[in-house]
């Protein structure tokens, strides 16, 4: 037996442990995890500067792109509100035993479905550091075990990480419910664990989560492309549309939840969409295409209206109205979030409806798309598929459910002369 697969099957014993524990206890481990990232704040940024630096020399080798290096780095408030976060998600209910449904089916027989956790999951993810203890803690409170596999790119952060909360969780929540897998040859093992790994949660670049997808029969959630769309309707307020499609840009254009493409009615083809143009591109972005807007300016064509940047890079296309733009966002999107910026609550409603995606917002920038916004404390990624959890994926997406039955003796044997039908059982006679 491998080192790895003994890990992961010390996880599954783990996870096991850890769903029986209570609440409290697994509060105090959360507690404590916030405390430690603050209380070791110097050693985490030592370390996350010698992945920068070599980062830098990767990025000025052609060894690393710009986004993926732009995602490495950690600062003293990033480790506060990281420690926040994890505070947030500790007074939180807790998510597991919670009563989904109850009834008796049969006098006497009571059935309910309950949440309880999923079991072991494996986290894959590039670059981002703070990935690690947002993921940890949302594992820590939904009694799950982790298998953690970061990118090399982020090995010493990570590494420091890992330490400080699994120090911190260690007098409280079972042993080896937390792994570091560090070496770069173990993820095609690790996929191949669906005997003792549950779920598989990707969080990195379209190309990583294709590929996760191809090499495992293990369920895989997440996301493989954030192609997010900004709609500025005939009846927006421009000044409110300007600030939104430059947030939604410029604030991190590494993110998945960056705008790719700003779709503009015709309605504001003149001043305002030159303004918008000349804004971008004072904030270096570079402007590409789409066929409608080719024809009015002289932007090169986007390589594709699917197309994600993960860049200081946008597509500009000009829309005749709100119908267009929902086709085109449900035609070229990839179901991530997409915003309507508009003062027409008629308009708005329609896009909310219609707009497929994961997340469909009103005057809001794209960039809202984020678990801690969300108010989840944090996010163990986002989901564009259509099982179990979408959208920024928090502690409702790491649990599952069991039926749990009571009874005095029924025989499935046993002739009934009638089915009785099903009614709500008093939550006091349950468990």
């Known amino acids: 037996m491998t080192q790895l697969n003994q890990a992961a099957k010390d996880a599954k014993q783990a996870s096991r442990q850890a769903a029986h524990l209570s609440h409290e206890q697994r509060c105090r481990a959360?507690?404590?995890?916030?405390?430690?990232?603050?209380?070791?704040?110097?050693?985490?940024?030592?370390?996350?500067?010698?992945?920068?630096?070599?980062?830098?020399?990767?990025?000025?080798?052609?060894?690393?792109?710009?986004?993926?290096?732009?995602?490495?780095?950690?600062?003293?408030?990033?480790?506060?509100?990281?420690?926040?976060?994890?505070?947030?998600?500790?007074?939180?209910?807790?998510?597991?035993?919670?009563?989904?449904?109850?009834?008796?089916?049969?006098?006497?027989?009571?059935?309910?479905?309950?949440?309880?956790?999923?079991?072991?999951?494996?986290?894959?993810?590039?670059?981002?550091?703070?990935?690690?203890?947002?993921?940890?803690?949302?594992?820590?409170?939904?009694?799950?075990?982790?298998?953690?596999?970061?990118?090399?790119?982020?090995?010493?952060?990570?590494?420091?990480?890992?330490?400080?909360?699994?120090?911190?969780?260690?007098?409280?929540?079972?042993?080896h419910l937390i792994h570091l897998i560090e070496s770069r040859e173990a993820m095609g093992e690790l996929l191949k664990m669906d005997d003792e790994i549950d779920l598989v949660i990707p969080r990195g670049s379209s190309e990583l989560v294709r590929a996760i997808q191809q090499q495992t029969k293990i369920p895989v959630m997440g996301h493989a492309e954030g192609i997010c769309h900004v709609y500025v309707d005939e009846h927006a307020d421009p000044q409110m549309a300007l600030n939104i499609c430059l947030d939604a840009k410029t604030n991190y254009p590494a993110a998945c939840n960056a705008v790719e493409t700003i779709l503009v009615h015709d309605h504001h083809h003149g001043p305002w969409l030159d303004q918008l143009c000349d804004e971008l591109t004072t904030s270096n972005v570079s402007i590409y295409a789409g066929p409608n807007m080719a024809l009015k300016k002289g932007f090169p064509?986007?390589?594709?209206?699917?197309?994600?940047?993960?860049?200081?890079?946008?597509?500009?296309?000009?829309?005749?109205?709100?119908?267009?733009?929902?086709?085109?966002?449900?035609?070229?999107?990839?179901?991530?979030?997409?915003?309507?910026?508009?003062?027409?609550?008629?308009?708005?409603?329609e896009f909310l409806q219609k707009v497929d995606s994961a997340s469909v917002f009103h005057n809001i920038s794209t960039r809202f798309a984020d678990g801690f916004r969300y108010g989840f404390g944090a996010e163990v990624g986002i989901s564009t598929g259509r099982l179990h959890a979408r959208g920024p994926v928090g502690l409702d997406g790491l649990v599952t459910y069991a039926y749990r039955a009571k009874g005095h003796g029924y025989l499935v044997g046993k002739k009934h002369k009638k089915i009785w039908p099903v009614r709500a059982a008093s939550l006091m006679q349950l468990f």
Not at 42 to 59: F, P, Q, R, T, Y
Not at 96 to 101: N, Q, R
Not at 158 to 169: E, G, S
Not at 333 to 346: A, K
């Open 301 to 349: 064509p986007a390589p594709s209206l699917h197309w994600e940047y993960s860049d200081l890079a946008v597509t500009l296309e000009l829309v005749p109205n709100l119908d267009h733009a929902i086709e085109h966002i449900n035609t070229y999107g990839s179901g991530h979030t997409d915003t309507i910026v508009t003062e027409s609550e008629d308009r708005a409603h």
């Open 30 to 175: 959360l507690r404590s995890m916030a405390r430690a990232l603050i209380a070791h704040k110097d050693i985490i940024l030592s370390a996350n500067e010698v992945d920068l630096a070599i980062a830098k020399e990767a990025v000025a080798a052609g060894e690393m792109s710009e986004p993926l290096a732009a995602r490495l780095k950690l600062t003293e408030q990033r480790l506060i509100e990281l420690a926040d976060g994890i505070k947030q998600i500790a007074a939180m209910d807790d998510p597991l035993g919670k009563v989904l449904m109850s009834s008796e089916p049969q006098p006497g027989i009571h059935l309910s479905k309950v949440t309880v956790p999923i079991g072991v999951l494996a986290v894959i993810f590039e670059s981002r550091p703070d990935a690690l203890p947002q993921i940890t803690a949302l594992a820590v409170k939904t009694g799950n075990a982790l298998l953690l596999k970061g990118g090399r790119e982020a090995a010493k952060s990570n590494r420091i990480l890992f330490d400080v909360t699994q120090k911190a969780i260690e007098d409280v929540m079972p042993a």
